[in-house]
């Protein structure tokens, strides 16, 4: 497969992603209609990891085996999803769904952040950076969280909270549990079972409340458990397998594009300037965050790593090798296994 097909389909994979994780949040909104932040979660999980079982036997794989590789997916687990959803679901409660999405969208500095703290980010360069800011820049101008009135405090920290999880998560996923030789679609059911174990042992806190279903909490919460959560995390994996757990979390850059676009087609919200600008600052932060890095032909500039330690999230010769040959369609180790809406 040659490199323009490659981005093709690496570029369709971040396109579906951002399209469904960004109605993430419009999603939580209904469900807590006639859920608690809990239950909300509980739900998110279990519903999401069974459609993951489902899809991981139907195909012919089976739960990862030994307690080494399970340590490592209840961590996951931990961080990714029964964490972050929590506080999701318990920010939404005070942060309406836009500027949830505006804050979710910080992932990708938390991540460098991150990245730099433990060492493992001195070779991220300029152009890359560039883009990282121009992405958060968009997503201020987008949401304009000085004209809002509500939605701070607690809530707004609960948000970046989340956001700041998916960071760690994503490191910590990319540096344990990808390119190990075991497939992808195990991996994520695996750690939404596992999530959804920890889940159900916090419920007794705060998920026995009395539940006021209706056809629009019922939507919600299915949409959010299957287009939200099981295909949304399979993919999120795939692209940490095949790209990085930087790039994984720069998807989280487009979040606010989708949720202002769900909001203009679906509910009529109106798209003044200044969002059309915000977005357009976002698409050319993305565009600059996925490029590859230039070519050293000499001395390193000022600042930049001159060894050979990959960044974070990024493989390093060995898993460059590994990730080509998946992109290439070679065998086995990961097995590539898609779910509606990911290209093989």
């Known amino acids: 497969m040659n490199s323009s097909a490659q981005s093709l389909r690496g570029g369709l994979r971040v396109a579906v992603l951002a399209l469904l994780w960004g109605s993430t949040f419009l999603w939580i909104e209904l469900a807590l209609r006639g859920l608690s932040p809990l239950q909300v979660t509980f739900v998110r999980c279990g519903l999401g990891a069974l459609v993951l079982l489902v899809a991981c036997y139907t195909t012919g794989h089976r739960l990862p085996r030994g307690a080494a590789v399970w340590r490592h997916i209840a961590v996951a687990a931990f961080f990714c999803n029964a964490l972050p959803f929590a506080l999701f679901s318990l920010g939404q409660q005070t942060v309406d769904s836009g500027l949830a999405g505006a804050l979710n969208a910080t992932t990708p500095l938390w991540s460098i952040a991150l990245g730099l703290a433990l060492g493992s980010e001195r070779g991220i360069h300029r152009v890359r950076l560039t883009g990282l800011l121009l992405g958060f820049a968009g ?61 159900s042992v916090a419920m007794p806190v705060g998920g026995l409340e009395r539940i006021h279903p209706s056809l629009t909490v019922v939507t919600a919460a299915v949409a959010l458990s299957v287009l ?71 001395k390193p500039a000022r600042g930049e790593a001159d060894s050979a330690e990959p960044a974070v999230g990024e493989p390093g010769p060995a898993g460059r090798a590994a990730v080509a040959g998946v992109l290439a369609g070679a065998a086995p180790a990961p097995a590539a296994t898609t779910l509606p809406g990911e290209a093989r």
């Open 139 to 199: 997503t201020i101008v987008i949401f304009a969280p000085w004209q809002t009135t509500g939605g701070a405090g607690w809530g707004a920290l609960a948000i970046l909270g989340a956001a700041a999880s998916y960071a760690v998560a994503f490191t910590y996923m990319g540096r344990t549990l990808v390119r190990k030789g075991t497939p992808t679609i195990s991996l994520s059911a695996a750690q939404l079972l596992a999530a959804t174990g920890l889940t």
């Open 228 to 298: 939200c959560t099981a295909i949304t995390f399979h993919l999120t994996y795939r692209i940490i397998n095949d790209e990085g757990a930087t790039n994984a979390a720069v998807v989280g850059y487009l979040l606010p594009v989708v949720s202002v676009l769900l909001g203009a087609v679906v509910l009529g919200e109106d798209l003044g300037m200044r969002v059309v600008l915000g977005m357009a600052v976002v698409l050319l932060g993305v565009w600059m965050t996925r490029r590859p890095a230039p070519a050293n032909t000499g």
